[in-house]
């Protein structure tokens, strides 16, 4: 049974901070089993203190959890009593002085410019008719244009493009807007899908305000069927699917860019990063590239 504070928290948490559902949803998934174990003990999070809280921790720990699951559990515990304790449900903060056990950044995996096209150009010899084909393009097109998240351009409304745009609106985390150009081929893509998916809805005598609209509960092509279909896109070209994902192209767009001459604020902002950190992971990724380089091309690195 859900604990009556877990809904509370949420609800306010959505109100504030404008949280995506598929973030709640990991908040409260986090927390009702992070309250289940407490009455397994039973406790109750009105009673825990900061020994049951590490001690549910060191069990995830024990259990065999990765550390950015533990991190990411302690994360929403804190918020959690943080919350607690502003709302007057507790007279302290349990979870406030706990450390938790970090989460190491991995380097996303690279994916070179040759490869990018090798995807694009399979993609546009792909698809069971030409609403698929038009469509499949237009989605890959945008997202190595312009970075997008895959849950922001699965649900791109379809007015943002109307009238052949140079740049588009884009709503990203919490609720933040930023304005994103395309490139010639994105725009030439998504005016070709935009009549295609006109006249498929004139057909049906539908309409939908998605531009990638579909007959599921949520309105539109989903994030499931985008990883899908980029991992048979990707066989396709004679790729290795478990390296190419929605997101490995969104770190293919600010790895080329930067590699290209574009500068780190440029980057974060076209990527909607709020702290330029997030976006120092791509000059990482670039040194890996540049001592790769040397240590393969240098004429002392030759037998």
């Given at each position: ?238 790729l290795d699917p478990s390296k190419i994902s929605p997101h490995s192209l969104r770190h293919a767009f600010a790895t080329h ?47």
């Amino acid at each position: 049974m859900t604990h009556p504070w877990i809904p509370v928290f949420l609800e306010a948490t959505q109100a504030e901070n404008d949280t995506a559902n598929n973030t709640l949803l990991a908040y409260c998934k986090d927390l009702e089993k992070f309250c289940t174990h407490l009455s397994c003990k039973a406790l109750s999070a009105e009673t825990a203190t900061r020994a049951d809280i590490e001690e549910f921790l060191l069990g995830l720990d024990a259990a065999g959890y990765a550390t950015a699951t533990r991190a990411r559990n302690l994360s929403t515990i804190k918020q959690f009593y943080r919350f607690a304790f502003h709302e007057g449900f507790r007279p302290d903060d349990p979870a406030g002085q706990i450390k938790g056990p970090g989460s190491l950044k991995k380097l996303p995996v690279i994916i070179r410019e040759k490869d990018v096209d090798r995807l694009l150009k399979a993609t546009r010899n792909s698809g069971r008719t030409q609403f698929d084909r038009c469509r499949n393009i237009c989605l890959l097109d945008l997202l190595y244009a312009t970075g997008m998240r895959v849950s922001e351009l699965v649900s791109l409304p379809v007015a943002s493009v109307r009238g052949n745009p140079e740049m588009i609106l884009v709503r990203g985390k919490g609720g933040r807007e930023r304005m994103v150009p395309l490139s010639a081929d994105a725009r030439s893509s998504t005016q070709d899908w935009l009549a295609v998916r006109d006249a498929k809805m004139a057909e049906n005598r539908k309409s939908s305000v998605f531009l990638f609209p579909n007959g599921s509960k949520i309105g539109h092509f989903s994030r499931i069927q985008f990883f899908t279909l980029i991992k048979q896109l990707a066989a396709q070209a004679g790729l290795d699917p478990s390296k190419i994902s929605p997101h490995s192209l969104r770190h293919a767009f600010a790895t080329h860019l930067l590699a290209n001459g574009a500068d780190l604020r440029t980057i974060q902002m076209l990527l909607g990063h709020s702290d330029i950190s997030t976006t120092e992971i791509y000059t990482h990724v670039l040194d890996e590239r540049l001592k790769a380089l040397v240590l393969e091309k240098h004429p002392l690195a030759k037998p």
